[in-house]
């Protein structure tokens, strides 16, 4: 689980990350949220795909 204290900490750069090291160790991470709009979860979905595609 990835936390951050406001708006702008970093939240979803660190996801982003992270699914990159499990795509590398051949997880397959899955991103998600209670709170999370549609659009910060395609945001996110596209981070990772830039991460993972390089």
Same mark, same amino acid.
């Given at each position: 689980m #990835?936390?951050? +204290? %406001? %708006?702008?900490?970093?939240? %979803?750069? &660190? +996801?982003?990350? !992270?699914? /990159?090291?499990l *795509? /590398? *160790?051949?997880e +397959?991470?899955l991103?998600?949220?209670? $709170? /999370? +709009? *549609?659009? $910060? =979860?395609q =945001? #996110?979905? !596209? &981070?990772?795909? !830039? !991460?993972?595609s390089?």
């Amino acid at each position: 689980m #990835v936390l951050g +204290t %406001s %708006s702008g900490a970093g939240k %979803s750069l &660190m +996801t982003a990350a !992270l699914c /990159r090291v499990l *795509r /590398r *160790r051949g997880e +397959t991470p899955l991103t998600g949220g209670g $709170q /999370r +709009t *549609r659009l $910060q =979860e395609q =945001e #996110v979905a !596209l &981070m990772c795909y !830039l !991460l993972i595609s390089r």
